[in-house]
Structure formats: C-alpha cells, structure tokens
C-alpha cells in the first residue's frame, strides 16, 4: 500500500464545494483508461478498509467504535475529519491506544498503516510509520481509568466497556468471575446418560484448558 499526495479524482455527478455538478463532456468512449495497477491499488486499499470495519473494529471497546466512527464515517459529527486530535504528546498516546486496542483484535499493520494514512494524510512518513508501529503493543490497550481521564475518549466512554477484559498490566488472566462463568456454561451443557460420565471429564478438561490459554494471553 503506497500513499501518494496531490492527486485528486472526481467523477459525474459529484457535487463541488461551490455548488456546481460535474458533467461529462465530450465523448465517453475516448475516456482514459485507469491502468490495471492503478484499479488494483484501488480494490486492496477498500479490501483493508473493509476488513477493519467489518472484522475488526466490531470486536475493539465501544469507546474506540464510536470514536473510529466519529472521525471518519459520521459527517455530521462535530470530530468528523478532525485528525488534529492525534497529534501532539498527548495525541500520539491517543493513537498509540487506538492502534493497541485494532491490534488486539487482530489488526495487521496494513491495517494500521491505512489508519494511519487517513489520520496523517499529506504527512504521512511510511518510514517514520513502520518505526512507531514497533511501539503499539496489543497487550497494552487502555485501562478505564486512563479512557476516562482523556479529552476525547471520554466523550465516548460507555459502562459497558468497564467490563470487558482487556489486556493491561492490571488485568492478567481469567478472573474469578470469568472461570464462574465458564463453569456455568458447561454445567448446563445437557449430556446423553450413556456417554455422562466420558463428556463429564471432558467438559472439565475444556473448562482448565480455557483457563489456561486466558492465562496464556496474559
């Protein structure tokens, strides 16, 4: 993926900052033709978009949906297109907990590259990219307490997020209401007489694998 600034496209019936509407003129069958390369830069940079919208921003905190949205989807958000909020001390730990909480959920730095091409724009350094991308530490996502005391990722703060797990020095495991809840889950799994006591012990040897593996991710 490549950022190249001062390029600009529009095409009929677009609609000008002064109003007027773009109209084609002369004949469409001697248009130019887009190079193939050129279509498919296109197609991979609304693939990777894509992928971050349908695969990966739905399993970040509610904060950070509502805060991707605001920025770059809602135009009547006072935010909307207000990437100066990233930038600074205190906006570089803005985006360094935006980027920590898509990589936890499975963000690639491609995806994190064309985040940060939409945030920068005409700034964007892919040298300078790739070196603060070593930076972003999906074990790291922000605790509450900071969301809370932050300008603007407060103004998205939602309950609900107080109780997700989330990666942190603070948090490490399962709790002792996750593995309740594991427990509960398998106790009302419903098991045939005849094979009981066999799914018995593996419906506990899932429950210690489970737990294991959230003491893993630790």
Not at 40 to 57: A, F, G, H, P
């Amino acid at each position: 993926m490549q950022y190249i600034a001062g390029n600009n496209c529009v095409a009929s019936p677009s609609i000008h900052p002064d109003g007027n509407k773009y109209q084609l003129t002369g004949n469409i069958e001697e248009r130019p033709v887009i190079p193939e390369i050129v279509i498919q830069r296109i197609n991979n940079v609304i693939k990777t978009y894509k992928e971050i919208i349908d695969k990966i921003l739905p399993g970040c905190r509610k904060t950070f949906q509502k805060l991707f949205k605001a920025i770059f989807e809602e135009k009547d958000h006072p935010l909307y297109h207000d990437t100066s909020i990233f930038r600074g001390e205190e906006g570089r730990k803005r985006c360094l907990h935006l980027f920590a909480e898509l990589k936890a959920n499975r963000a690639t730095d491609l995806h994190l590259c064309l985040v940060c091409m939409m945030i920068f724009g005409d700034g964007y350094d892919q040298g300078h990219t790739a070196k603060e991308l070593q930076y972003v530490d999906p074990k790291l996502t922000a605790t509450t307490e900071s969301i809370k005391a932050d300008q603007y990722l407060s103004q998205f703060f939602s309950e609900s997020d107080r109780q997700r797990k989330i990666y942190s020095p603070e948090n490490k495991g399962a709790s002792a209401q996750d593995i309740k809840s594991f427990r509960e889950i398998l106790k009302n799994i419903q098991l045939p007489e005849s094979v009981g006591e066999r799914l018995e012990a593996a419906k506990e040897f899932i429950l210690h694998y489970i737990i294991h593996l959230a003491e893993e991710d630790a």
